[in-house]
């Protein structure tokens, strides 16, 4: 079967159309590509984390006579550093898709931006365990000051310097490198068919 | 450009979304997803249109754009996707049967190609000039035509083995 042949019977109108009601009825639906699925789902995180941390910071600053607002500021610069989080997360999946760029363009904007959206959530995913220690650290050390004596966590009479330091190098290293693992594993899983699969288009465009 | 104009200038040009959903969509449901999520992505992009560019080489633009990034897992397997492609709902009051199976035939084999091919072949069959395939896909006009020799190669042979019934 020769191709060139083929353009008459191709370029044949009588296919089955669809009706303009129809067309009206589908521009309302929701879109169902992946960085639109991305988006909503980002939108719920941003929901439940806006009022499961937001009701706490409220907590902590209205109970117990605003003894332990400490622990609300703590919240409350979480919430900010979330945030900012998710802000960066929304604008990289704002800047993923050029629908109406040619082709190549687009897959290589998709591909450089989901590669920077993974990176940035390894990233982030990771360099939150040492925060909340040193969040948590803070917090015991002004609230809980008969702990200091009783662990190597805190500088004291007993406790010097470098053994306080070391504890939490090792704490803050192994606890980091742990999440580095489990969220690679993680973000390869919900990330890497994809990035594989605009890799493979890529590489065929380019052939 | 308002929802109506646009509905009516789908309606011009849903032969090409059709076929795109045909290429690209394994099974029926596949394709009416596919079609869906088009007109969903091209109403989002209209207010990127630039009235300077035609609106056909636009809707090819997001309509590809749309099929080839489609992850979705498909439906069937291939031994089934083979049966569905070749039963398309093409209507055949005015093609003779013949004209038919020659048209299944080639959407089967199209099926088999890589998805970048499948774009490259799908307008080269709606005439599509090579400049105007540079401006649709973002590929030299030289290397699409290189290539367009190689696909008429693979066609050839694919065409041959479904018409023998052979993979």
């Known amino acids: 079967m020769e191709l060139d042949d083929m353009k008459v019977i191709w370029n044949d109108k009588s296919i089955e159309g669809t009706d303009a009601n129809k067309i009206s009825e589908m521009i309302g639906k929701q879109s169902q590509s992946p960085i639109a699925k991305m988006k909503r789902n980002l939108r719920i995180e941003v929901l439940l984390l806006a009022f499961s941390l937001g009701s706490v910071t409220v907590y902590y600053f209205i109970a117990f006579k605003g003894e332990y607002s400490i622990i609300g500021w703590v919240y409350a610069v979480l919430l900010v550093l979330f945030c900012y989080y998710f802000f960066r997360k929304n604008k990289l999946l704002n800047e993923m898709q050029c629908s109406s760029c040619r082709v190549k363009p687009n897959l290589e904007l998709q591909l450089r931006q989901l590669e920077r959206y993974a990176t940035f959530y390894l990233f982030s995913g990771t360099a939150i365990v040492p925060v909340l220690f040193i969040f948590l650290g803070i917090v015991l050390y002004y609230k809980k000051p008969a702990l200091i004596n009783k662990t190597i966590l805190y500088p004291s009479l007993t406790n010097p310097v470098w053994k306080f330091l070391l504890a939490w190098f090792i704490l803050l290293s192994v606890s980091t490198a742990i999440m580095w693992v489990l969220n690679r594993g993680y973000i390869n899983k919900l990330y890497g ?7 493979q288009l890529l590489a065929q465009i380019n052939e | 450009m308002t929802q109506d104009e646009f509905v009516r200038q789908v309606q011009a040009n849903q032969g090409i979304i059709q076929k795109i959903c045909n290429i690209y969509g394994q099974t ?3 394709r009416e997803d596919l079609f869906q999520e088009i007109i969903v992505q091209l109403w989002k992009a209209v ?6 560019s035609k609106f056909s080489t636009w809707l090819y633009r997001v309509a590809l ?9 498909k439906r069937r397997t291939l031994d089934v996707i083979k049966t569905e492609v070749e039963s398309l709902e093409i209507k055949s009051e005015f093609i003779e049967v013949e004209k038919e199976e020659k048209l299944n035939t080639l959407y089967a084999a199209i099926g088999r190609l890589p998805e970048i091919d499948k774009a490259i072949v799908m307008l080269y069959l709606e005439d599509k000039s090579y400049d105007e395939m540079e401006d649709i896909l973002g590929v030299t006009a030289n290397n699409l035509r290189v290539r367009m020799n190689r696909i008429k190669e693979k066609l050839r042979e694919l065409t041959k083995n479904i018409s023998h019934g052979t993979r």
């Open chain 2, 28 to 30: 029926r449901t596949d």
């Open chain 1, 193 to 199: 068919r994809h990035i594989n699969k605009l890799k």
């Open chain 2, 65 to 73: 754009n749309t099929a080839i990034s489609d992850f979705r897992k």
């Open chain 2, 47 to 52: 207010p990127k249109f630039q009235e300077q």
